[in-house]
Every structure is written in structure tokens, then in C-alpha cells.
T-cell receptor, first 114, second 117 residues
Framework: AQKVTQAQTEISVVEKEDVTLDCVYE???????LFWYKQPPSGELVFLIR??????QNEISGRYSWNFQKSTSSFNFTITASQVVDSAVYFC???????????FGKGTMLLVSP | EADIYQTPRYLVIGTGKKITLECSQT?????MYWYQQDPGMELHLIHY???????EKGDLSSESTVSRIRTEHFPLTLESARPSHTSQYLC????????????????FGPGTRLTVL
């Protein structure tokens, strides 16, 4: 059965620090998709990125970057030069091929103080 | 980016009342989902639908019911609300792409915060 683990329940940083959110997944499927979502205090889940299991290329989008490593079953998310607006709960999720439902991690709450 | 709407955003209601949480999407997505999220943050899938007249129960048992009569509409109903139903309810939708490598990314609505007194 699939599983997503976000071991960090809460992280507190000061503005401009870099921070990495960890995500470890388990699946027996060879084709799967990984996602990150952001949930600000307003409550809506905002889609950030999707990664296919056959594409291990890291991705950078502005201050956000993602490191996908199949060898360690990890899909970590780094925010460079964090800002107060980055304060939110971040969820990692897994979808196996042939399924539409997602398996979510329990989320990591990021608090960025000025 | 999908356009998905939920109403009401906030609802405070007394025990025993019947309530319906509305969810609509304008992207023509065939799949829709309901999640329950307690203050502890964890998301639980309670219902999903692969299309019109198709509904399935999710991982978390729920006393709520859903219907899918139209592609764009996926309402959730509680026949008799109880304090244990107090939670945030999030609706999502996803659609298959045009290629075999369908992304089926789920896009979420703003959520409904339900409080049952």
C-alpha cells in the first residue's frame, strides 16, 4: 500500500532563511506521480508542482525548488530566502498510476517570522 | 488552474439540522472529491466520483452522503448534523488529459468551515 511521510510537523524560521521540507513515500508501483500543495491560513489547498516517477530532473520555480530522488524515495521541497507569506501548511501527496485518488502526508506547518 | 467553488465558506448550525455543502467546478473535470480536514491538519478522503451517477466512499467513514447528477456539481449532505461533524470540508476536482500520460492533478476549492453546536 502507498504511504507518504512528512516527518517534520512544524518548522519555524526567520525571514530570509532557506528551509527544506522533507517528503518520503512508499509505493510498489513503477509509475506514479508526486505532488506538493500549499495551504495558507485562508484554508484553500494550492497546487504547487507535480512530478512523474520517470522524470527525476529537479525543478526550480523562483524561490521554490524540488529535489526528487527515486533511490531514497524522497521528494523534498526547498524554499530559498523564505518570506512571511510562505507561512502555511505544506502537503506532499502521491498518486499511483491507474488511480485518481491521492495519498497525502500529514503536512508540515511552516512559520516564517519577520 | 481549475475554477472550483464552495458555498458556504463558513457555517454555524445547531445539532440535528440537515445541511448541504455545495461544490461546483467550471473546468469540465470528470472526477470530483470531498475531503474532511480536522484541526490537526490531516486530510481524509470521504467521497469521490468518477463521473455522473458515480459515487464512491473514501478512506474515512463518513455519515455524509453525496450525489453527482451533473458533471459540474458535487454536493455533500448531512441529514442530521452533530458536533462531531465540526471540521473543514474541502472539495476538489481533476480531469484526464488528452495524452496517455494524464496528470489528473487535483485542484481544490476554498473549503467550508462547518461548526455544529
Amino acid at each position: 500500500a502507498q504511504k507518504v511521510t512528512q516527518a517534520q510537523t512544524e518548522i519555524s524560521v526567520v525571514e530570509k532563511e532557506d528551509v527544506t521540507l522533507d517528503c518520503v513515500y512508499e509505493t510498489r508501483d513503477t509509475t506514479y506521480y508526486l505532488f506538493w500543495y500549499k495551504q495558507p491560513p485562508s484554508g484553500e489547498l494550492v497546487f504547487l508542482i507535480r512530478r512523474n516517477s520517470f522524470d527525476e530532473q529537479n525543478e526550480i520555480s523562483g524561490r521554490y525548488s524540488w529535489n526528487f530522488q527515486k533511490s531514497t524515495s524522497s521528494f523534498n521541497f526547498t524554499i530559498t530566502a523564505s518570506q512571511v507569506v510562505d507561512s502555511a501548511v505544506y502537503f506532499c501527496a502521491l498518486r499511483e498510476s491507474g488511480y485518481s485518488t491521492l495519498t497525502f502526508g500529514k503536512g508540515t506547518m511552516l512559520l516564517v517570522s519577520p | 488552474e481549475a475554477d472550483i467553488y464552495q458555498t458556504p465558506r463558513y457555517l454555524v448550525i445547531g445539532t440535528g439540522k440537515k445541511i448541504t455543502l455545495e461544490c461546483s467546478q467550471t473546468m469540465g473535470h470528470d472526477k470530483m472529491y470531498w475531503y474532511q480536514q480536522d484541526p490537526g491538519m490531516e486530510l481524509h478522503l470521504i467521497h469521490y466520483s468518477y463521473g455522473v451517477n458515480s459515487t464512491e466512499k473514501g478512506d474515512l467513514s463518513s455519515e455524509s452522503t453525496v450525489s453527482r447528477i451533473r458533471t459540474e456539481h458535487f454536493p455533500l449532505t448531512l441529514e442530521s448534523a452533530r458536533p462531531s461533524h465540526t471540521s473543514q470540508y474541502l472539495c476538489a476536482s481533476s480531469g484526464s488529459g488528452r495524452t496517455a500520460a494524464s496528470t489528473d492533478t487535483q485542484y481544490f476549492g476554498p473549503g467550508t468551515r462547518l461548526t455544529v453546536l
